[in-house]
């Protein structure tokens, strides 16, 4: 299963499907961000080449989805 087809999986389970998915990866084509945010992505994000760029990526990413943004508790 590639992340796609895991995508997929998680939004189409009514259990899963609220959870918030981030896609990060290398890839820079426009069909790629399309189709990953058709299928229920909530942020695409692509992958910085070097490390301290990638460390500040997941610092902003953890700011922004466990202090920032509202999300729905779990039922």
Do not use: C, H, Q
Request: no cysteine.
């Amino acid at each position: 299963m590639d992340g796609r087809e895991a995508l997929k999986e998680i939004k189409s389970n009514p259990d899963l499907r609220n959870i918030p998915v981030i896609v990060l990866t290398t890839s820079k084509a426009e069909e790629d961000i399309l189709t990953t945010y058709d299928i229920g992505a909530n942020s695409f994000i692509r992958k910085p080449v070097s490390f301290d760029a990638f460390i500040n990526t997941v610092k902003v990413l953890k700011e922004y989805w466990f202090e920032i943004v509202a999300l729905p508790t779990v039922r």
